[in-house]
């Protein structure tokens, strides 16, 4: 059974970056789409970056543009989302998800789920 863990998350200061891992334990990565959620405070949660089986990706969040990257290390079942110049409102709870096929911005269609790591973003 697919088991997804988040690691790399915590402190950073505004404008600053951070490097988030998603890895993957029951199976490989390679035939699922992963992508990457995340969860403020009294705000619903969001898409932000998807990268699917053949390594192409979709952004979801619009604010990720040129600042957000997200990739595959398949010899390591590893997804990374790259986070840089982060600012107070990029702190939030993210997720990593998977599901099988290609990417969807419908978080409802994952099927595995990480348990979540915090990012804050404070000076």
């Known amino acids: 059974q697919l088991q997804l863990v988040e690691s790399g998350g915590g402190l950073v200061q505004p404008g600053g970056s951070l490097r988030l891992s998603c890895t993957a334990s029951g199976s490989t990565l390679n035939n699922y789409a992963v992508g990457w959620f995340r969860q403020a405070p009294g705000k619903e949660r969001e898409g932000v970056l998807c990268?699917?089986?053949?390594?192409?990706?979709?952004r979801i969040l619009d604010s990720a543009k040129g600042r957000f990257g997200i990739s595959r290390d398949r010899g390591k079942a590893t997804v990374y989302l790259e986070m840089n110049t982060l600012t107070p409102q990029d702190t939030a709870e993210y997720y990593c998800?998977?599901?099988?096929?290609?990417?969807?911005?419908?978080?409802?269609?994952?099927?595995?789920w990480g348990q979540g790591i915090q990012v804050t973003v404070s000076s």
């Open positions: 998800a998977a599901r099988t096929g290609v990417c969807r911005p419908a978080e409802r269609t994952y099927e595995y």
């Open positions: 990268i699917d089986r053949s390594g192409g990706s979709i």
